[in-house]
């Protein structure tokens, strides 16, 4: 199994500009998440989805910060426009809900810097 | 709402000896999951070890143990003959009712020689 599958890797861009950040999930599972790190405010859940739904995005900062899951193999996490606060480590992970433990996956990330 | 605290922003310890890194947590949930995620250098967030909270037995994984008193609602891990790869910033998580996972603020983890 190649894991979560996270890209890019690292993107540098322009405060204004648009950035996504894509993710491919483990095979098989029915949960996906988003999370943001800082080294101000740690591990954030922004969003998840179960069974391609949104369930609870209450963690998504503001407008400017949309996520889809279009299909159980892919999701994206869209910032429009991306400010310099917005610099951070962006995971995605994984996991089977309903099978008892509730083990989460994670990609190996993706390092967002906005100048 | 649930919390998780780990009280040790740093932790260090010598190659081949023990150390634990402490976790306590709140919850009014009686079935719930605990883990211990280990974040080297290159950000890779890496499970190292689960416990159900209906289970007395302690988890261990190798090198890796869980102190769990339920009661108490403490979570410590136990690292035995650390070793140089353990360095890492290692985050204690809470998994209740919900899917969603609660992450303490995190221990780093310096191994010397």
């Known amino acids: 199994d190649a894991g979560v599958i996270q890209s890019p890797r690292h993107e540098v861009t322009e405060m204004g500009q648009e950035v996504t950040l894509r993710c491919k999930p483990i095979?098989?599972?029915?949960?996906l998440f988003w999370y943001r790190q800082t080294m101000m405010r740690g591990l954030e859940l922004l969003i998840y989805?179960?069974?391609?739904?949104?369930?609870?995005d209450s963690g998504m900062p503001e407008d400017r910060f949309s996520a889809k899951m279009p299909n159980a193999s892919f999701s994206t996490l869209k910032i429009q426009p991306s400010e310099p606060r917005d610099s951070a480590v962006y995971f995605c992970?994984?996991?089977?809900?309903?099978?008892?433990?509730?083990?989460?996956?994670f990609g190996p990330g993706t390092r967002l810097t906005v100048l | 709402a649930q919390t998780v605290t780990q009280s040790q922003p740093e932790m260090s310890v010598q190659e081949a000896e023990t150390v634990t890194l402490s976790c306590t947590y709140d919850?009014?949930?009686?079935?719930?999951?605990l883990f211990w995620y280990k974040q080297p250098p290159s950000r890779q967030m890496i499970l190292v070890i689960r416990?159900?909270?209906?289970?007395?037995q302690n988890a261990t994984e190798n090198r890796f143990s869980v102190n769990f008193q339920k009661a108490a609602k403490s979570f410590s891990l136990k690292i035995s003959d650390s070793q140089l790869g353990d360095a890492a910033m290692y985050f204690c998580?809470?998994?209740?009712?919900?899917?969603?996972?609660?992450f303490g603020t995190g221990t780093r983890l310096q191994v010397f020689p």
């Open positions: 998580a809470y998994a209740g009712n919900t899917d969603k996972l609660i």
């Open positions: 919850t009014s949930e009686s079935d719930y999951y």
């Open positions: 416990q159900e909270a209906y289970k007395q």
């Open positions: 095979s098989g599972h029915n949960s």
């Open positions: 989805f179960n069974n391609n739904v949104p369930i609870d």
């Open positions: 992970a994984s996991s089977l809900i309903g099978q008892g433990v509730n083990e989460q996956f």
